[in-house]
DNA sequence: GGCATTTCCGAGTGCGTACTCGAAAATGCT
DNA sequence: AGCATTTTCGAGTACGCACTCGGAAATGCC
């Protein structure tokens, strides 16, 4: 699951309709924030366990103690609520990014991925959440489908930088074309965790994107 | 979308309720055949556009003329409906599948995958119908998840199989391990496919599978 | 305490869902 | 033509869905 050292998604219309333009703060002000960050973390787990169709106010409400209707005070429309937890789920995997731009050498690019898969694999459920929709996304009319272009396009440009600079430096095997190969890393990736995500103990997925790497780079 | 080379899936339960167990076959029984074919005609394409939650029975009988208990009188049952799909979809595969063992060598490998690709091109409903689905059946309870768990098994160690042979053979690049070879194989190419189906123009999946081929197998 | 504001919910709306039931229509062997 | 069987559907059931509405409770600045 690819990261997150790519641009920030946009913020975009994630405030639509009901919420407030006025800095105003009166009143139980400050649960807010606390409440809707609960929200999007059940949120998080519903769509993750059953997808964004399948996936309900009501079991989120259920989860976070609340009534279904005291839930749309928060997040008006359901994709109103996915999008912020798609942001949320950025936040997350930026923070955990160890280190974005200190280690350009071949065995920092492996490293570093390897690294993320290996933490990837206590997270089944970021990793559930993101497989599901990112599928989901590409069916009509699917409100994170933009969200997923958008992703998908930073992810492969950032890792084809990453490469190119690499290749420059003849660290990279002759012959490789850095788009190509910076797509590859990004589905390589996502197809293992989907087999991952069915049968944990078949597949590693960190071991064969080191394979993937190695035979990418040169063996400096 | 790996092939279709491996053993069938199982044809299982899909029978279930109200399906006759005598031969007898009166009355307009001619006709069954084909509208069942309609139906999962039908369904195919609903389910890959929608997914399958929010594909409805409405729609498909919509699109085949008739009725929705119409169509209930064929498929009992929505899962029954969807094993049907999937099932039809390995018969479509594994016909247009050109010849299973008749080249063993890398660049019949390489050929074989690589042309399966650019056909797959041609038919993005089958491809988003394999995509949103294999998704989708991580969540909980999915009636098609042990369909794709046993799919994969069988799609890895196909493909093991055919590496280690041409790992007999001193054709593939020292250090491979076939199973994580297989696994990467098969990511790799679902992976790829899930961003052309975002974005078809910008990623082509048969050049970068080739690629990946012709870093695993030895030039000859 | 007064009061604007935020937070929360019960009740309800309209719609879509898979699926049941019972019966009518079509079919083709005899 | 008779008739068992298959095919089809209209009507209905029970339920879940996102979302609306109007108001009640909680909150914290004055």
């Known amino acids: 699951m690819p990261t997150g050292r790519e641009q920030a998604p946009r913020q975009s219309t994630e405030r639509t309709t ?13 649960k807010s924030a606390e409440r809707r960050r609960s929200i999007v973390e059940a949120a998080h787990a519903v769509f993750a366990e059953r997808g964004y169709h399948a996936g309900s106010f009501q079991e989120i409400a259920d989860r976070v103690g609340m009534s279904q209707t005291g ?17 949320r789920r950025d936040e997350i995997t930026v923070d955990a990014a160890p280190a974005p731009e200190a280690a350009p050498e071949p065995a920092g690019l492996i490293q570093g991925i390897v690294d993320r898969a290996r933490a990837n694999e206590s997270l089944p459920g970021v990793i559930e959440l993101y497989a599901v929709l990112c599928a989901e996304s590409i069916t009509e009319g699917h409100p994170a489908r933009s969200y997923f272009v958008g992703r998908f396009a930073g992810i492969r440009t950032a890792y084809a930088a990453e490469l190119r600079a690499l290749q420059a430096e003849g660290r990279v095997r002759p012959g490789i074309d850095p788009d190509r190969a910076a797509a590859s890393l990004v589905g390589l990736w996502d197809g293992l965790q989907v087999q991952w995500l069915l049968e944990p103990e ?8 080191r394979d993937y790497l190695e035979l990418l780079l040169e063996p400096s």
């Open 202 to 209: 078949r597949v590693d997925v960190a071991a064969c994107l």
């Open 71 to 87: 839930l749309l005070h928060y997040f008006p429309t359901k994709s109103d609520l996915l999008l912020a937890v798609l942001h």
């Open 18 to 30: 009901s919420e407030r333009r006025r800095v105003a703060r009166r009143g139980a002000g400050a």
